[in-house]
Each structure stands twice: as structure tokens, then as C-alpha cells.
């Protein structure tokens, strides 16, 4: 086994996705720690120019494996891709995102490899020799601690916006050595056919900063335009409970709880939300965390750093104001 | 069509829980365990493709004795007949040896595919549905929000980021759901009722012919549960709504430095 970090680059429209500078930022940390280095994976079709953003971001070394098999993700291919790269070289670690395919693959890769898995990590520290993650469970009313045998492949598959991404430098030394990409019996068996956009105002849930989210509160769609113009003035992204989901006000992947998505933002702005346990599964983590309700008992004042008891339709339209006006000072 | 689902018991969301003092586990007593909710989806979607298409559905669950209830649950939704898989191993196997134990219960029956739910609420772990796709040798489909089937083939859309991935799968295939694929029925009165005759067929890991040999050791172990942090406590800002605004962008300001 050797004692590099790997992580595998998630990237979309030629440029590394954010969760990938994450991934290098802890995948830098645990090999200076290690005394070794950090060796990216980078597959897909024509993206041998990712190697410069991915050395910038700390790799020491890229593999690329470019082929036009590997241009739209599927299981089949990457993990055909990916698993002899991994079981040639062992190396201590290797970091994918929790993302959609980060989260398709690296199960399936485990199970090739015969590798330790622990997924939805939120730290992966090392403690001597051992590999040591934190993972929340039970609908985030526990956080679980888990450590790698000593003598496994380890897969960690990290939460997006948890590690800070790794600083840029230019002038790093990086090598770059394609790698040969295996013919691929699988490509029959599943296809993408398709990937309609969905058209997203703003920057997407799991990587905003700051998210404006809507609850039962906000009483009809026409009413998430409050939302979006505060989110506007703020930078931010949109989200909501589930009973606007359920009721058809806004799209499925707003959801934000346990049946939804789990955010790690530095603000969340909780509006006309009354914090039942399955929405603070999704967003208790928040570093501050803002309530705005009308009852002054819900039950989201119970996190909330700072609480207004009061009616979002009068508060609103005050704080985007408020906001713009600061942003405004900002700029000036 | 022959569908699988294989269904996890797991404690109710609802329920607040108690860590165990040695942090291997949680406290059983007086909690209520339920169906994994994406499980629910997972069985209704076999149930409407068997009564579109026929066939059967055939529910598996690894479990201790309290999960033949999880077992109980889907045949009064509809399904057909359900292995419960007790073991007093299973306690000890990490999630790629209990997938092994599923893939010799799901290979033991007919099957065209396989359906999971998209995660178990209890462990949140996501990683059953592909190591079993890996195991059977499969193609899979993730998190799906609408299956279509056609002639050997099936259509599967995923929410990925920035976009919903419509992706074609040769059957037979595992497919874990999303909960927007579909809306659960409630079990019927009847169901209920022949869900209590229907037998549970039990079987033990060494029934199944499964050696886990070396690859039964587990390959991460859990060091402990904690409550999660406790949150500081947090301030009411009161007044006039036009100087509780102006407070509350002056503290994210000044005081948490978020904006
Ligand atoms: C298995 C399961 C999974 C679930 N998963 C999720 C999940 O992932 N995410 C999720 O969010 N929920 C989930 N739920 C639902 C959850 O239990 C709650 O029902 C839901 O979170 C409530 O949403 P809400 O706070 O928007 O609505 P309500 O609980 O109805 O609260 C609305 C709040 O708005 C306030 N309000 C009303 N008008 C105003 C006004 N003018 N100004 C200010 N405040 C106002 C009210 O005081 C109230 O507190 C799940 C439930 C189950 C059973
Ligand atoms: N003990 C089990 N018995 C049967 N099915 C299971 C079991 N554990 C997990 N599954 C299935 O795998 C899915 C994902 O679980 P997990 O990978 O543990 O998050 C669940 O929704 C179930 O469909």
C-alpha cells in the first residue's frame, strides 16, 4: 500500500466542480500529515486541460483517463475506469464527493475493490495510523465515528461544503500521466440518454454559503418571490420544507430535511419553517442559523442564533431592503 | 416480472432516540421501529409494476427477529411472499458483507430487478444498492424518481446536480428510489389480513451458502455514536420590525461574520 491521498475530480464544463478544490484542500492536509502526496483522478472526455487546475489546487500528480467512453458518467464505465487505477497502486485514501454519481460510484467501487467505505463523511482525521470519520446518522440525532481497518482499501465519500477548498498557486509543480482507459463490456447495458437542466436561479443548495429557505408559512408559490428577491440581494440559494414540495410550489430538489438534501451553509435563513426534527436533519449544521416566524414557541427558535418572532410578509421585504442597502456600502 | 425489494427495519424518525452508555448502539427499549421510509416507495413501486405487468414481488430483509414485522408491513401493502434473513452474524457484518448475504437471498429467487430504497434512515449509509449491482453483476440506477419499463430495458431519471439524468438500464437491473417516485398505499383491510397467513420464510446465513470467510471481517468499525454538538444558545431580537431588521443584519455583520 502506499501513503498517497487520491481524490477522484468531479468537474463539469471543462473546470473541477467545487466539491473537487474541497476534496484537494483535505486530501493536502492528510499528506503533508502522511509525508506523502496528493495524486488526482481526473476521467471523462477531452479533459486533459482540468490537469493545470488540478495541480494549481494541490495534486502532485494527475491520471487522466480521457476517452469518449468516459465522457458522460455512468457506474459501469468509471468504475471500470477507476478500480485498476486503485487496485495497482493502493493508496491510503481515496476521497470522492457525495454528489449524485460520487455517491452512485463509490459503493459500487467498494465492492469491486473489496474496500472499507464510510460515506456522508463530515471529518476524516487521522489518529496515528488509523483513519477516523465522522458521519452523522439517525437523521443527524447522532454523529458516528468510525475508523478504517488498518490493513483495507479505504473509500471516504465526504460531505460537499465541509473542507475548505485548497488555496490556488500557479507556480506548483505537478505531473501528468494519462492512463489507459479499459474497453468497457458494460457500455450496452446502461446509457444516458438524456440530462435536461433544471433551470436554478442561483447557486445550487449543497455548495451556497447562505440559503433563504420556505416553509408551509409562505402559503402559496406566488409567495417564494419574497425569497428569491432576498436570496438575490444576498447571493444566495433557495430552499424550502417539504410541504412546499408536497404541494407543488416548488420543484423536488428545494426539499431541504431528511427526505431532502442536507446543507452545511454558513447562514440559513428559516422562513415561516416551525423546525420539526425531519427539516433539522437537513440543516442544523448550519454554522448561524436565522428563524423567522410568527409563533413565537415553534420550535425552530430552539436553534436558531438569532430569532424574530414576527410575520415573514412584513419582514421580508424590510431585510432585502436592509440587505441591498448594506451590499451597497459594501461595494461603495 | 419478478421484482425484490429488500427492506430494512429501522427505528421511527419521529422517536427521539437514547445512545447507549458504551455508544455502540442505541437504547431498543420503548422505541418503535418501522419500514425504512424509502423502503415504502421501494414496495410500491414493485407492487404497481406486478400489477401492470404481473409477476411477482418478493420482499428481503436481514434483520433480528423484530424485522418480520418491516416483512408483515409490505405483504399488506401487496407483495407476494418474504424471506427474513436472521442471523445472530448479521450483527457484526459491515455493509459490503451484509450486501453478500443479500445477493444469495436475492439470487435463491426469480428476478428481472431489484429495488432498494435510496438510503436506510438509521445508518444513512447509501451503499447496499450498488454493492449489490456490483455482486449480482448488474447495471444500476441511483436515487431514482420515475422508472419506466420497456422490453428488457429500463428507463430510470435521476436528479443529478444542475439536472435530471434520464438513463437507460438493461433489465435485469438494481434501481434504489427516490421517495418523489411514487406515493405509498396504505395496506388494505384484506391485505393486512392475508399478509398474517402468508408465511415468512426464515433463513440463516449458512442457509444461504454464503461463506464469508475473510471478507466477513469488517472492513470499518464503528468507535462510537455522540449526541450531535449543542447548538449555542441563540437571541430573540424584539422591537419594531424596522429595528429588528437592522439588528439582525448588524449581529450577522458584526457578531457572526457571515455576511
Ligand atoms: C418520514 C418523514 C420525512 C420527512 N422529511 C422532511 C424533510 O426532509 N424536510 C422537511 O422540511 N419536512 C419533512 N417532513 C415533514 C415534517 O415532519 C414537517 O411536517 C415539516 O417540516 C413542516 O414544514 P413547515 O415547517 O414548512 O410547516 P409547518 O409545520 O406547518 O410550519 C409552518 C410555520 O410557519 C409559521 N407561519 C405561518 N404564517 C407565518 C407568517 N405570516 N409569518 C411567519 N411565520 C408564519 C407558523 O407559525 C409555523 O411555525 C417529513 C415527515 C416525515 C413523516
Ligand atoms: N438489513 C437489510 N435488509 C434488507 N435490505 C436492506 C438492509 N439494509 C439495507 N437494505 C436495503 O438497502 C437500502 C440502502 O441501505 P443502506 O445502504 O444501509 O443505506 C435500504 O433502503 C434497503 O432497501
Same mark, same amino acid.
Given at each position: 500500500?502506499?501513503?498517497?491521498?487520491?481524490?477522484?475530480?468531479?468537474?463539469?464544463?471543462?473546470?473541477?466542480?467545487?466539491?473537487?478544490?474541497?476534496?484537494?484542500?483535505?486530501?493536502?492536509?492528510?499528506?503533508?500529515?502522511?509525508?506523502?502526496?496528493?495524486?488526482?483522478?481526473?476521467? $471523462?472526455?477531452?479533459?486533459?486541460?482540468?490537469?493545470?487546475?488540478?495541480?494549481?489546487?494541490?495534486? &502532485?500528480?494527475?491520471?487522466?483517463?480521457?476517452?469518449?467512453?468516459?465522457?458522460?458518467?455512468?457506474?459501469?464505465?468509471?468504475?471500470?475506469?477507476?478500480?485498476?487505477?486503485?487496485?495497482?497502486?493502493?493508496?491510503?485514501?481515496?476521497?470522492?464527493?457525495?454528489?449524485?454519481?460520487?455517491? &452512485?460510484?463509490?459503493?459500487?467501487?467498494?465492492?469491486?475493490?473489496?474496500?472499507?467505505?464510510?460515506?456522508?463523511?463530515?471529518?476524516?482525521?487521522?489518529? $496515528? #495510523?488509523?483513519?477516523?470519520?465522522?458521519?452523522?446518522?439517525?437523521?443527524?440525532?447522532?454523529?458516528? =465515528?468510525?475508523?478504517? *481497518?488498518?490493513?483495507?482499501?479505504?473509500?471516504?465519500?465526504?460531505?460537499?461544503?465541509?473542507?475548505?477548498?485548497?488555496?490556488e498557486d500557479r507556480a506548483r509543480s505537478y505531473e501528468t500521466v494519462p492512463v489507459p482507459v479499459p474497453v468497457e463490456r458494460g457500455a450496452a447495458r446502461a446509457r444516458v440518454v438524456d440530462v435536461t437542466p433544471v433551470a436554478r436561479e442561483s447557486v445550487p443548495l449543497t455548495e451556497a454559503d447562505i440559503i433563504v429557505s420556505g416553509g408551509r408559512g409562505l402559503r402559496g408559490p406566488e409567495n417564494f418571490a419574497l425569497l428569491h428577491r432576498l436570496a438575490d440581494a444576498l447571493g444566495a440559494a433557495v430552499g424550502s420544507s417539504r410541504p412546499p414540495v408536497d404541494s407543488g410550489w416548488v420543484p423536488h430538489d428545494y426539499e431541504i430535511g431528511q427526505t431532502g438534501k442536507t446543507v452545511n451553509p454558513q447562514l440559513y435563513i428559516a422562513c415561516g419553517i416551525s423546525g420539526?426534527?425531519?427539516?433539522?436533519?437537513?440543516?442544523?449544521?448550519? =454554522?448561524?442559523? +436565522?428563524?423567522?416566524?410568527?409563533?413565537? *414557541?415553534?420550535?425552530?427558535?430552539?436553534?436558531?442564533?438569532?430569532?424574530?418572532?414576527?410575520?415573514?410578509?412584513?419582514?421580508?421585504?424590510?431585510?432585502? #431592503?436592509?440587505?441591498?442597502?448594506?451590499?451597497?456600502?459594501?461595494?461603495? | 416480472?419478478?421484482? +425484490? /425489494?429488500?427492506?430494512? *427495519?429501522?427505528?421511527?424518525?419521529? !422517536?427521539?432516540?437514547?445512545?447507549?452508555?458504551?455508544?455502540?448502539?442505541?437504547?431498543?427499549?420503548?422505541?418503535?421501529?418501522?419500514?425504512?421510509?424509502? &423502503?415504502?416507495?421501494?414496495?410500491?413501486?414493485?407492487?404497481?409494476?406486478?400489477?401492470?405487468?404481473?409477476?411477482? /414481488?418478493?420482499?428481503?430483509?436481514?434483520?433480528?427477529? =423484530?424485522?418480520?414485522?418491516?416483512?408483515?408491513?409490505?405483504?399488506?401493502?401487496?407483495?407476494?411472499? !418474504?424471506?427474513?434473513? *436472521?442471523?445472530?452474524?448479521?450483527?457484526?457484518?459491515?455493509?459490503?458483507?451484509?450486501?453478500? /448475504?443479500?445477493?444469495?437471498?436475492?439470487?435463491?429467487?426469480?428476478? &428481472?430487478?431489484?429495488?432498494?430504497?435510496?438510503?436506510?434512515?438509521?445508518?444513512?449509509?447509501? /451503499?447496499?444498492?450498488?454493492?449489490?449491482?456490483?455482486?449480482?453483476?448488474?447495471?444500476?440506477?441511483?436515487?431514482?424518481?420515475?422508472?419506466?419499463?420497456?422490453?428488457?430495458?429500463?428507463?430510470?431519471?435521476?436528479?443529478?446536480?444542475?439536472?435530471?439524468? +434520464?438513463?437507460?438500464?438493461?433489465?435485469?437491473?438494481?434501481?434504489?428510489?427516490?421517495?418523489?417516485?411514487?406515493?405509498?398505499?396504505?395496506?388494505?383491510?384484506?391485505?393486512?389480513?392475508?399478509?398474517?397467513?402468508?408465511?415468512?420464510?426464515?433463513?440463516?446465513?449458512?442457509?444461504?451458502?454464503?461463506?464469508?470467510?475473510?471478507?466477513?471481517?469488517?472492513?470499518? =468499525?464503528?468507535?462510537?455514536?455522540?449526541?450531535?454538538?449543542?447548538?449555542?444558545?441563540?437571541?430573540?431580537?424584539?422591537? #419594531?420590525? !424596522?429595528?429588528?431588521?437592522?439588528?439582525?443584519?448588524?449581529?450577522?455583520?458584526?457578531?457572526?461574520?457571515?455576511?
Amino acid at each position: 500500500m502506499s501513503r498517497e491521498v487520491w481524490i477522484l475530480a468531479e468537474h463539469a464544463g471543462g473546470r473541477p466542480r467545487k466539491i473537487t478544490y474541497e476534496l484537494l484542500g483535505k486530501a493536502r492536509a492528510l499528506a503533508e500529515a502522511l509525508g506523502s502526496r496528493v495524486t488526482a483522478v481526473a476521467l $471523462g472526455s477531452g479533459v486533459g486541460a482540468l490537469a493545470a487546475d488540478l495541480g494549481a489546487h494541490g495534486a &502532485d500528480r494527475v491520471l487522466l483517463g480521457d476517452a469518449p467512453a468516459l465522457g458522460q458518467y455512468t457506474a459501469d464505465a468509471y468504475t471500470a475506469a477507476l478500480a485498476p487505477l486503485v487496485a495497482a497502486e493502493r493508496p491510503f485514501l481515496l476521497l470522492i464527493g457525495s454528489t449524485a454519481s460520487g455517491r &452512485d460510484l463509490a459503493p459500487r467501487l467498494a465492492a469491486r475493490l473489496g474496500a472499507g467505505i464510510v460515506t456522508d463523511c463530515a471529518a476524516v482525521d487521522l489518529d $496515528g #495510523e488509523d483513519v477516523v470519520a465522522t458521519r452523522p446518522v439517525m437523521t443527524r440525532k447522532a454523529l458516528a =465515528r468510525v475508523a478504517f *481497518q488498518a490493513d483495507v482499501l479505504r473509500i471516504a465519500v465526504v460531505l460537499p461544503h465541509i473542507f475548505p477548498p485548497a488555496a490556488e498557486d500557479r507556480a506548483r509543480s505537478y505531473e501528468t500521466v494519462p492512463v489507459p482507459v479499459p474497453v468497457e463490456r458494460g457500455a450496452a447495458r446502461a446509457r444516458v440518454v438524456d440530462v435536461t437542466p433544471v433551470a436554478r436561479e442561483s447557486v445550487p443548495l449543497t455548495e451556497a454559503d447562505i440559503i433563504v429557505s420556505g416553509g408551509r408559512g409562505l402559503r402559496g408559490p406566488e409567495n417564494f418571490a419574497l425569497l428569491h428577491r432576498l436570496a438575490d440581494a444576498l447571493g444566495a440559494a433557495v430552499g424550502s420544507s417539504r410541504p412546499p414540495v408536497d404541494s407543488g410550489w416548488v420543484p423536488h430538489d428545494y426539499e431541504i430535511g431528511q427526505t431532502g438534501k442536507t446543507v452545511n451553509p454558513q447562514l440559513y435563513i428559516a422562513c415561516g419553517i416551525s423546525g420539526a426534527p425531519q427539516h433539522l436533519a437537513g440543516m442544523s449544521g448550519a =454554522r448561524c442559523i +436565522v428563524a423567522i416566524n410568527r409563533d413565537p *414557541q415553534a420550535p425552530i427558535f430552539q436553534v436558531a442564533t438569532y430569532g424574530i418572532a414576527g410575520d415573514l410578509f412584513q419582514i421580508l421585504p424590510l431585510l432585502t #431592503e436592509e440587505v441591498r442597502r448594506l451590499k451597497a456600502a459594501q461595494q461603495g | 416480472m419478478h421484482v +425484490v /425489494v429488500c427492506v430494512k *427495519q429501522v427505528p421511527d424518525t419521529e !422517536a427521539p432516540i437514547r445512545i447507549r452508555p458504551d455508544g455502540q448502539g442505541v437504547d431498543e427499549s420503548g422505541l418503535t421501529f418501522v419500514m425504512n421510509y424509502y &423502503d415504502e416507495h421501494a414496495v410500491e413501486e414493485a407492487i404497481r409494476i406486478k400489477e401492470r405487468a404481473g409477476g411477482t /414481488v418478493t420482499l428481503i430483509a436481514a434483520g433480528p427477529a =423484530r424485522a418480520a414485522e418491516a416483512l408483515r408491513a409490505g405483504l399488506a401493502m401487496g407483495a407476494d411472499q !418474504a424471506i427474513h434473513i *436472521q442471523d445472530p452474524a448479521l450483527d457484526g457484518l459491515d455493509h459490503l458483507a451484509l450486501a453478500r /448475504v443479500l445477493t444469495a437471498a436475492i439470487a435463491s429467487v426469480p428476478y &428481472d430487478l431489484v429495488l432498494c430504497g435510496k438510503l436506510a434512515t438509521d445508518d444513512n449509509a447509501a /451503499v447496499i444498492g450498488p454493492a449489490l449491482a456490483e455482486f449480482l453483476d448488474l447495471p444500476q440506477a441511483t436515487a431514482v424518481t420515475r422508472l419506466e419499463l420497456g422490453d428488457g430495458t429500463a428507463t430510470a431519471h435521476r436528479e443529478v446536480e444542475g439536472g435530471v439524468e +434520464v438513463l437507460e438500464i438493461s433489465l435485469p437491473a438494481v434501481v434504489t428510489v427516490e421517495r418523489n417516485i411514487n406515493e405509498p398505499r396504505y395496506p388494505s383491510l384484506p391485505g393486512i389480513m392475508r399478509a398474517k397467513r402468508t408465511p415468512i420464510t426464515v433463513k440463516t446465513i449458512a442457509d444461504l451458502g454464503v461463506d464469508l470467510g475473510g471478507s466477513g471481517a469488517a472492513r470499518v =468499525r464503528l468507535l462510537g455514536l455522540a449526541p450531535p454538538p449543542a447548538r449555542p444558545p441563540g437571541r430573540m431580537l424584539e422591537g #419594531e420590525p !424596522a429595528e429588528v431588521v437592522r439588528e439582525l443584519v448588524r449581529l450577522l455583520r458584526e457578531e457572526a461574520r457571515v455576511l
